[in-house]
């Protein structure tokens, strides 16, 4: 049987512990479950709709398919470490202006996705918003208005 | 977009799923400081059921409505402090929760607001004239000579009381009063405002709580572990080949119901991935290949005569030109991107389950009669998962997790994994539909004969896998949703006979996915009056037009016309080279009694590779009184995306035994670069009922596409999805 490994984890500016029975669990599980993060969340475990997104090192990087033996000291960022309601990230406040929300599920993705992609291209082309997007699955058909958001945000940007 | 902003105490940091859970006794104190909760009424005739107002003036809304994602919570909210002339702000929403929630009916069929909200409006506009008349008593003046504003009474000498210091804390034991006098709307501040949402601020920012986040202290996670056929026995199971991890508290077997559960969610998962158990064969499906000749082979019940005008038979064997199509739609899942989750306590031989379920007060029924428990005992609760467009999952994971709870004896959160939501979340049915419609010589409809090979059943209760599996009390009749509606058709033809073939089974668990039934009926009836205006060499839309006796469905299509820029002509459009565009209009009367909705798709067809490509939809709604002209438009935008990805790309495959589109990779939807750019026009009627807006504009979309294909290339399209080799097969046999 294994024995339970503390792995430390550089999260929002912070270092945190987490003690897991398996170092190989995905680092989504760690983020919600021992981290109480509501930021990142499990949509399909497979790589394929985004709603588990989060940066490390600046990158997008899909925490579902993540083993937490990965991450090493690199230094993750999730939806909450971006902004606040009071102190929101660009992206974020430009979400809200848009209205670029349903239910909401996958919108940490989308906002996660559309940082790490900003952060690298400036004025984008609406066509250049939607391939950066392009492996990221909204289901209640807020695409129009997360594109108008992303848009916005990269003007204030 | 100008959007008035709100700044709500508690949802401002978007905590509102919070409040129904944890803060709901604070609130009740307030609102009932006598005490218990089994004080606070939950009858629909009483105001007490609906609104509580405390010392501060602040206000409770109770509703048994709950929001999906579609933002009816700050619209329910506009409508009562609109009704109540109090400030948004102080407006709280309990939602969903069997204690103290009216039970308002299930959050489908786009009636929270149509329903929901005027049954919420109607209570106020009691409360509203009940605190008049004890203002007046209590300043010595008479109602006339009172002025509401902001949830106080002034005079106009300047005495003043407000709503907390007549009624604060205490009930208003009263009956809703259906004459109370509404707010006339000329007035209205608050409602037909773009309010933004409440929970939007918490989604954004990851402070929001949704089922999927939600937590009991002491809980356990468990999985489900579905056999590989739909109806497979359970023969063994290895409990030792999930011994090896650490966390495992138990694994639970209850005839065909297996699952597991453990200290944490990844144990769960693998303890689930893992686990080794024996299963008889079952090929009870039929061969997808042949799924229509199934259909139509299935044996047929009862009939519904949905509409019957003069003699159909006899108008076909006299009419100039005799058109005969058979159309289909095919299986689809609800998808939704957050696979479903619940938690359920069993303590002191009560249940409480926080579920997503869009019907709370029927899961309680549901959850009861599995258990064998008395629905007194049994508290379903709502805290809002990810999106759902209708009886999705969210039933099936509290049933699972019930089972679960009661063998482990502590509490039990489930969450499906994506290929439990694809596999076994109930599927919108598969529907076949056969047309014949004649026309005279001078290109007038004489006949329109329809008939719909579709499921019996309405919108009921939806049995539980588990309970099924178990072998535990469930419901045995089919719930497909009210799928009949909008089988008969807007349009005044002089002989017309609209028929469902009600069957007595269907493939999968059948469940109603966002406008079941009026999508399929709507698509099959709108590209066959598609195919009698070409066969008449008439524009679509003046077509149409020459057969509505309705001044705001007329006014509907006309709007549409200059909206989109149509260009009157018959269709074909003739185009020639490789890319190929056309555009197609479609109308609808939501079961033809609601919302007028039409629209028309502009699409460029492929005729190498059979690719449609959507490129611009404009949609005209009229749903009567706007309560949130942008929450309308976010529902108008969602129906468009969500549709045009069900018609292009969505189909559930299975073998004999299963589902076989697990994934979003066998089952793909609509990715950013494939979106159309949407256009919309709302026609407000401020005077008028507020109808549905959640779903109805869905229904015109796939007949929208397939017109527009039609106009584009002179081939039909007749069976959803429209794939590349679909298209191709049909290119090549037109």
């Known amino acids: 049987m294994a024995m339970a490994t503390t792995v430390s984890l550089h999260v929002n500016g912070k270092t945190q512990k987490v003690t897991v029975e398996d170092p190989d669990m995905p680092l989504l599980y760690a983020l919600r479950d021992n981290l109480g993060l509501h930021g990142p969340r499990f949509g399909c475990g497979m790589d394929q709709c985004g709603a588990c997104t989060v940066h490390i090192d600046g990158k997008a990087v899909r925490s579902c398919i993540t083993p937490l033996s990965a991450v090493g000291k690199g230094k993750i960022t999730t939806l909450e470490g971006l902004g606040t309601p009071e102190k929101p990230h660009p992206l974020q406040k430009a979400f809200i202006e848009e209205q670029a929300v349903q239910c909401g599920y996958c919108i940490n993705g989308m906002i996660m996705q559309a940082a790490a992609f900003l952060a690298r291209t400036k004025k984008p082309s609406e066509a250049e918003i939607k391939k950066a997007l392009a492996g990221n699955l909204c289901r209640c058909g807020t695409h129009l208005r997360i594109v108008r958001a992303v848009k916005r945000a990269a003007a204030s940007i | ?734």
């Open chain 2, 1 to 734: 977009m100008n959007l008035t902003q709100s700044t709500r105490r508690d949802f401002l940091k978007g905590t509102g799923a919070l409040v129904v859970s944890f803060s709901l006794a604070p609130i009740l104190d307030r609102a009932y400081p006598r005490g218990a909760t089994a004080a606070k009424p939950v009858a629909l005739d009483e105001v007490d059921s609906f609104l509580a107002i405390d010392e501060k003036g602040a206000v409770t809304v109770f509703t048994g409505k709950v929001d999906l994602g579609t933002g009816v919570r700050t619209a329910l909210a506009q409508i009562a402090a609109e009704e109540l002339d109090v400030p948004l702000r102080q407006i709280e929403i309990i939602e969903g929760n069997t204690d103290v929630t009216p039970d308002q009916g299930p959050t489908y069929g786009s009636l929270s607001i149509q329903n929901g909200g005027v049954q919420i409006r109607q209570a106020a506009a009691t409360a509203r004239r009940a605190l008049m008349e004890q203002a007046a008593q209590r300043l010595g003046v008479g109602v006339s000579d009172l002025k509401l504003e902001n949830g106080a009474f002034r005079t106009s000498s300047g005495k003043q009381v407000t709503y907390g210091e007549l009624i604060g804390g205490k009930a208003f034991e009263l009956k809703v009063d259906k004459q109370a006098p509404l707010k006339d709307p000329a007035t209205y501040k608050i409602v037909g405002q773009s309010i933004a949402r409440f929970d939007i601020p918490g989604k954004v920012t990851g402070q929001f709580t949704y089922m999927q986040d939600f937590k009991v202290s002491g809980m356990l996670h468990g999985r489900a572990v579905r056999p590989p056929g739909i109806g497979a026995e359970l023969q063994s199971v290895d409990e030792n080949s999930v011994k090896n991890i650490p966390g495992l508290v138990k694994v639970v077997h209850e005839n065909n119901f297996l699952g597991v559960v453990a200290e944490t969610e990844w144990a769960a998962i693998k303890a689930a991935a893992q686990l080794k158990a024996t299963w008889s064969k079952w090929e009870g499906l039929p061969e997808q290949s042949k799924l229509w000749e199934h259909v139509r082979a299935t044996k047929i019940n009862k009939d519904d005569v949905t509409s019957n005008v003069g003699d159909v038979q006899q108008a076909l064997q006299q009419a100039a030109k005799k058109l005969s199509a058979t159309y289909d739609f095919a299986i689809h899942t609800h998808g939704s991107i957050g696979p479903s989750c619940a938690v359920v306590e069993i303590k002191d031989g009560k249940l409480n389950c926080w579920s997503a379920s869009q019907a709370t007060h029927n899961l309680r029924k549901q959850l009861a009669a599995m258990l064998s428990m008395p629905e007194s005992d049994v508290r379903s609760l709502y805290v809002e998962g990810a999106g759902c467009y209708g009886r999705n999952s969210h039933e099936d994971a509290a049933a699972d997790a019930a089972l679960l709870a009661r063998a482990a004896g502590r509490a039990v959160r489930v969450q499906w994994m994506r290929a439990d939501e694809h596999g076994w979340d109930p599927k919108g049915c598969p529907t076949l539909i056969d047309f014949q419609g004649g026309l005279d010589a001078a290109g007038k409809v004489v006949a329109w004969y329809s008939q719909f090979f579709i499921p019996e059943g309405a919108a009921g209760n939806v049995k539980l896998v588990a309970a099924e599996l178990a072998g535990l009390p469930h419901e045995t009749a089919m719930g497909p949703g009210n799928i009949i509606q909008n089988s008969a058709i807007p349009y005044a033809f002089p002989n017309v006979r609209t028929v469902a073939h009600r069957l007595a089974d269907t493939p999968l668990r059948p469940a109603w996915i966002r406008a079941p039934g009026r999508m399929q009926n709507t698509f099959a009836n709108e590209a066959f009056m598609d195919e009698l205006a070409a066969a008449a060499g008439a524009d679509p839309l003046e077509f149409r037009l020459s057969y509505i006796n309705d001044p705001r469905g007329t006014e509907l299509l006309k709007r549409l016309a200059r909206l989109a820029k149509w260009e009157g002509r018959s269709s074909p459009k003739h185009d020639s080279g490789d890319i190929a565009a056309g555009r197609g209009v479609s109308y609808v009367k939501y079961e033809l009694v609601r919302t007028y909705v039409g629209a028309v798709a502009s699409v460029e067809v492929n005729r190498k590779t059979g690719d449609i490509r959507v490129k611009h939809v404009a949609v005209v709604q009229d749903c009567g009184q706007i309560i949130n002209p942008d929450g309308v438009k976010n529902q108008i935008e969602g129906c468009v995306v969500q549709t045009v990805s069900r018609v292009l790309k969505e189909e559930v495959t299975f073998d004999r035994s299963r589902v076989t589109s697990l994934d979003w990779a066998s089952y793909p939807i609509l990715t950013f670069p494939e979106i159309p750019d949407v256009e919309i026009e709302l026609i407000d009627r401020p005077t008028e009922k507020p109808w549905g807006a959640g779903e109805p504009s869905a229904a015109v979309i796939p007949s929208a596409i397939a017109n527009a294909v039609f106009d584009a290339i002179g081939v039909r399209l007749r069976s959803v999805p429209f794939k590349p080799d679909k298209v191709r097969a049909a290119m090549q046999t037109a």
